[in-house]
């Protein structure tokens, strides 16, 4: 028990406050590499899984993607993507290798299983005759797709990018190990250097920075979820949810 | 940086480290299986009890699905502080995980039992222990195999990051390849990984096809909601 007092110490440090090891800095870098790698995950996986549950074609590539990953440890990945970069890059920029780039590689990987299988399953789950009402009245299959079946996907989509953002988040910690910055840096400088009041602390914050990313995308779930007129917010259709509980975990 | 000149092939390497590889793989092995069992035994009672009163379903999975958020490697490194670097740090966080997964895939399984079945059994004088035992959870075990199969995926990668903390297992040899710029160890450590998850998975459908010869439901993790409704359909045809 007494670890949680040195803990406390160290978090409440003024020293570890700010500087190039501060907790600031380590803060934004991993909302930084997290951020990066959750826009490029869903500016590739959103129109596909879109695409995907419109056409209703390569369905099945789409459900094996997200069972496979779940196989594929993040860790894995992380690692690999770091030795393949540094393999390709020219002896004269191997620096890059480190940290941030095989980070952002990894992380996008890791997050369009989730994406692409929940905003397909979302538009899965659209009332077939719903979608046949909107033929009727003369809406185009791009219409259909833009102003019917997006909306009311739009929140099992945004269920699948909290899944990747929390996924993300947590390997995130890891991109230590190859070099880069974040949070992680505590945790692997921690137990490199038997500093357990550095090394619990780092989890500490990690853990809650993962909580917070949680609750963020559980309100930006809510604020995309489509209301009724009566002005309640209609129950979300979760099969997703349900069905894939989380896809990977780090 | 400089590289080793003349690493051995991949096949000597792997011939040159049987020995230590299976020990690695007896480690995954063993920590998988203690997590997912340990994890079944807490999810089924507190399934039960959630199926039976409903209010409770929510608070059980808000509380899961808090664990389930933290990180692997911050949950196993904020219990170093208590458990010490037994292999308790590991199987405690393993076994949160399952928790969320199993609890849900369990309650999904008992709910979608059919109320004539469940009423045809009372009238043959069935306990609420006995439908328990032998109508529900017979019923529902396509669901509870199903969550069984996804706690277990998903816990065989996790396993990978317990060789941060001195655990083994197959992210041994991802670390240690890490560690040596050896690409070979990396990519055997990873095959090694998803090779043992796509065997397990496989397993525990084989297991659920002998243990409900009945069922030709598709699993309930595809698609629950039309599950469910076929379900219904059928009592209502």
Same mark, same amino acid.
């Given at each position: ?61 789409? %459900? ?37 780039? @095989? ?17 397909? %399953? ?12 909107? !033929? ?10 833009? =102003? ?44 490199? !250097? ?11 914050? %990690? ?16 604020? %995309?979820?489509?209301?009724? =007129?009566?002005?309640?917010? =209609?129950?979300? @259709? ?13 | ?44 009672? &507190? ?37 010490? &670097? ?23 399984? &008992? ?86 998850? &796509? ?39």
């Amino acid at each position: 028990m007494h670890t949680f007092v040195d803990v406390f110490n160290w978090l409440t440090d003024p020293a570890h406050w700010s500087g190039t090891d501060g907790i600031p800095l380590r803060v934004w870098q991993h909302v930084e590499i997290s951020l990066v790698a959750v826009a490029i995950a869903a500016a590739v996986a959103i129109p596909v899984g879109l695409l995907v549950g419109h056409t209703r074609r390569f369905e099945f590539l789409a %459900v094996s993607i997200a069972n496979v990953g779940r196989a594929i440890p993040s860790f894995a990945v992380l690692v690999l993507a770091f030795v393949l970069v540094l393999d390709i890059l020219p002896q004269s920029h191997k620096s890059l290798a480190f940290g941030f780039t @095989p980070t952002v590689i990894a992380l996008v990987l890791l997050a369009i299983p989730p994406i692409v299988t929940n905003t397909y %399953v979302g538009i899965q789950a659209v009332d077939p005759d719903t979608v046949e009402a909107a !033929r009727g009245m003369g809406m185009s299959g791009r219409e259909v797709l833009l =102003r019917l079946e997006a909306p009311l996907a739009a929140p099992l989509a945004m269920a699948g990018l909290r899944t990747a953002a929390v996924t993300v988040v947590a390997t995130a910690t890891l991109a230590a190990l190859i070099g880069g910055g974040g949070l992680g840096r505590y945790i692997v400088d921690g137990l490199a !250097r038997g500093d357990t009041p550095m090394l619990v602390s780092g989890a500490v914050l %990690v853990a809650i920075l993962a909580i917070i990313t949680e609750l963020s995308f559980a309100l930006l779930e809510r604020a %995309v979820t489509p209301r009724t =007129r009566s002005g309640r917010r =209609r129950r979300a @259709p979760r099969p997703g949810a349900e069905a894939l509980p989380e896809a990977i975990r780090a | 940086m400089t590289f080793i000149a003349a690493p051995p092939t991949a096949w000597e390497w792997i011939a040159d480290h049987r020995g230590e590889i299976l020990h690695l793989a007896i480690q995954h092995v063993q920590l998988t299986v203690l997590a997912v069992a340990i994890g079944t035994a807490i999810s089924l009672p &507190l399934s039960v009890y959630a199926f039976r009163h409903r209010a409770t379903y929510a608070p059980i999975t808000w509380f899961t699905g808090l664990l389930y958020t933290i990180p692997s490697l911050a949950l196993f490194v904020i219990l170093i502080p208590i458990t010490g &670097l037994t292999v308790w740090t590991a199987e405690i966080g393993l076994v949160s995980y399952t928790l969320l997964i199993l609890i849900r895939n369990f309650v999904v399984g &008992l709910r979608g039992v059919p109320d004539d079945v469940k009423e045809a059994a009372q009238g043959m004088g069935f306990t609420k222990r006995q439908l328990l035992w032998r109508v529900e959870i017979p019923l529902a075990l396509p669901a509870i195999i199903a969550g069984i199969r996804i706690a277990t995926v998903s816990t065989i990668g996790l396993v990978t990051v317990a060789a941060l903390i001195g655990k083994g297992g197959f992210g041994q040899l991802i670390l240690e390849g890490l560690n040596q710029f050896y690409n070979t160890e990396i990519i055997l450590g990873a095959l090694l990984s998803v090779a043992f998850a &796509l065997i397990a998975d496989l397993l525990l459908l084989l297991l659920q096809k002998v243990l409900t010869p009945w069922s030709r439901a598709r699993p309930a993790r595809v698609m629950p909601e039309r599950a469910l409704r076929r379900s219904e359909e059928l009592v209502a045809g």
